[in-house]
């Protein structure tokens, strides 16, 4: 079936209400801290107070004395078991040739601590109570080091080196592009526009936090591992053939309700290879441990943390004939499972956006930083990039006076396939479309009016644009593969019909707030002609479901999605020859639409649920043409990316006086192609936004440089934004369908975070503008905007 085909189906496009709200609003999900398994213990970890220090000693005599006490394991325990490091997924190959340094990333520190937070002990009771006593009691002897927790920094050659293996704390220099053609187009510009600016450090902050129960049964020699995390094969795939040495069917990876990741649930944590290992050795007792809100600061993987510079050569028209980017960007302390991805070709291959730039040179340095290590997060690289050029963008329109829309619709890619001068081939899209639906929503043309209002008392207001593109939808394994992906990114579908026609679905895509259980089932009732209901989504469970490669890159509808469109091809074909037989016709002429099977030409006809009870209650069956049963199961490998984009126009108003930024009015148009819900889809866009305002105007992680303490690990000094920091948001959306997938869908789930952040940057810049203030980094918090009012002024 053809993506157009599909797109007419009935549930495809509904706003069905989410399947699976009723048992989070009624308290009825079930997340891995809520499990509690027969002789359960408890684990705590001893985490380094020091941004960098080697360990001395470590003296675990009192704790393992302690009450309650079943076990204290270090890095010594560690490495006597030999059990292996933390592997990277991603290798980048530097521009010399080289391969990136990488160090090793044990389970327990071993000699040194490299970050506040790093993992010294684990100390397991038999209650949690009694583990933290014990904790306490671990004597660590540290020899504080000197600590570079700032990426510039670490590029100017501060600190002391972090690993033996990177002397200098550099992991890589990556670049994309033609640097000869990009420099012979800087020469001949009529006008250069430069920027630097610094992407900000967040913290992910999931509602739920990380939590594993590591367990290993003696009578049948084999670990399962329950674990909030976004993609359980991935998990179990690392854990056993890099870490552990185990063969893969000897563990079993279970990820039931997650309650939030926004990538920081992607990785393979040293908590969760610490407590399946440490089961086994206590005897096969399972072991728990969930973060505490301070812990999931310390521990869990950040997000951003780039220092760039970026400049536009244009002639005199305004048209891009070249962009150059240069961009520290940091890792932290060691190199978490897909780290190295996210600055290189997560980031360099979007840095054309959604303009007809013709050259473009982007190169990367990597830093080791005494800090978490950062990794994906809502976004991963996009959101970088979308930053770094919609701000460029709008400083190219102010510079040569023609002003945000103007310098865009001048730019804007206008045909598809468009070939990028950085790797990327986008399929579809309407850019202009987009740009002008938002100005038309966001009533650009009252905005002057509004502003005028606004400093009649006061106050100033601003306009923002972003134009964003991104990538995801990952990947095709070829690709990713030649880019150095360490492992393959296709996914993986099992369509399970019951004798009585409902259906069972395991996919590999793991759902962890998206509603999978809904949108997946709207795919398979639409596509058999059956009730949403009859239809059930299994995920997160290496033991149920047959593979998968998780949840990431807005993957889910558009790849593990397609993988259940072609598991349906084979039921539809299977079912069509059952079909054939019951209705004494050829295959051939056998018609499926509407739940139904039709003899082409006639009125002969049977329901989709005979077939299924033909097919396991086989007394008038084929059984010389056809096994019983019907049951498929495919694997799909995307031939491109999708690409989702859109316009998103933002109206601040700046009280200057206070410094205090109030987001009046934010619009967003998105192009996802196909929608499957488009209430769940709008869910998406608005969750998005909000976490894109909150890095804009309010979240930073402040780590200090002295130190190395992590001076924002709390709610109190990390701004989270809340209800009243969202205004009503305006959304719409235009559709160009994907042309590679069978849905023709793109994925919306990182749109709004990847889009927003320039366009509140935008705006603030321009609300300032009249007072002298040229630019600005988030976050824009009272303090930094008053300052940067006073510094303009002074
Ligand atoms: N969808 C749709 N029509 C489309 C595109 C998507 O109906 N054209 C639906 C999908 O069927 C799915 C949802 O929208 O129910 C998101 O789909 P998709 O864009 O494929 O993204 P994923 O499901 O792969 O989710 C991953 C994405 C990422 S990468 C992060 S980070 C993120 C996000 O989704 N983390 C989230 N949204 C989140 N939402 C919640 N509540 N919690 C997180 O941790």
Partial sequence: ??????????????????????????????????????????????????????????????????????????????????????????????????????????????????????????????????????????????????????????????????????????????????????????????????????????????????SAIGSYHRATDEYTLYVANQNPHVERLLMTAFVMGLPEHKVRVIAPDVGGGFGSKIYLYAEDVALTWAS?????????????????????????????????????????????????????????????????????????????????????????????????????????????????????????????????????????????????????????????????????????????????????????????IEACGLAPSNIAGALGARAGLFECGEVRVHPTGSVTVFTGSHSHGQGHETTFAQVVAARLGIPVDNVDIVHGDTGRVPFGMGTYGSRSISVGGAAIMRALDKIETKAKKIAAHLLEASDADIEFSGGNFTVKGTDKSIPFAQVALTAYVPHNYPLDKLEPGLNETAFYDPTNFTYPAGTYICEVEIDPATGVTRVDRFTAVDDFGTIINPMIVEGQVQGGIAQGIGQALLEQCVYDPGSGQLLTASFSDYAMPRADDMPTLKLDTVCTPCVHNPLGTKGCGEAGAIGSPPAVINAVLDALAPLGVKDFDMPATPLRVWEAIRRAQA
């Fill in 1 to 210: 079936m053809g993506a157009s085909d599909f797109a007419k189906l009935p549930h495809i496009g509904e706003a069905v209400r989410r399947k699976e709200d009723y048992r989070f609003l009624t308290g009825g999900g079930q997340y891995t801290d809520d499990i509690r398994l027969d002789g359960q213990l408890y684990a705590v970890f001893v985490r380094s107070p020091h941004g960098h220090a080697v360990i001395r000693s470590v003296d675990t005599a009192a704790a393992s004395a302690a009450p309650g006490v079943q076990g204290v394991f270090t890095g010594a325990d560690v490495a006597a078991d030999k059990i292996g490091g933390l592997p990277c997924g991603w290798l980048i190959t530097s521009t010399d040739g080289t391969p990136m340094k990488e160090p090793p990333h044990p389970v327990l520190a071993q000699g040194k601590v490299r970050y506040v937070g790093d993992h010294v002990a684990m100390v397991v009771a038999q209650t949690l109570e009694q583990a933290r006593n014990a904790a306490e009691m671990v004597e660590v002897d540290y020899e504080v080091l000197p600590t570079v927790t700032q990426v510039a920094d670490a590029a100017a050659g501060k600190g002391a080196a972090l690993h033996d293996a990177a002397p200098d704390n550099h992991c890589y220099k990556w670049a994309l592009g033609d640097k000869a053609a990009v420099d012979a187009a800087f020469a001949k510009a009529a006008h250069v526009t430069r920027l630097d600016l610094v992407n900000n450090r967040l913290v992910p902050n999931a509602i739920e936090p990380r």
């Fill in 280 to 468: 086994k050795k206590l005897g096969g007792r399972p072991i728990k441990w969930t973060a505490d809100r301070s812990e999931a600061f310390l521990s869990d993987a950040h997000g951003r943390d780039h220092v760039s510079h970026a400049e536009m050569a244009m002639d005199a028209q305004g048209r891009f004939l070249a962009l150059r980017v240069h961009t520290d960007a940091a890792l932290g302390a060691y190199l978490s499972t897909f780290a190295t991805a996210v600055p290189t070709i997560l980031y360099g291959t979007l840095l054309a956006g959604q303009y007809k730039t013709p050259q473009i040179y982007v190169e990367v340095d990597a830093w080791f930083t005494n800090t978490a290590p950062v990794d994906a997060y809502r976004g991963a690289g996009r959101p970088e990039a979308t930053y770094l050029l919609e701000r460029l963008v709008s400083r190219c329109g102010w510079e040569l006076g023609l002003g945000q829309d103007e310098i865009r619709r001048r730019n804007l890619i206008d045909q598809w396939p468009y070939q990028t001068p950085v790797a990327l081939q986008y399929d579809t899209g309407d850019y202009l479309a987009c740009l002008s639906r938002a100005q038309e929503l966001a009533d650009v043309a009252g905005f002057a009016a509004r502003r005028a209002a606004s400093e009649a008392r006061g106050l100033r207001r601003g306009l923002g644009y972003s134009s964003y």
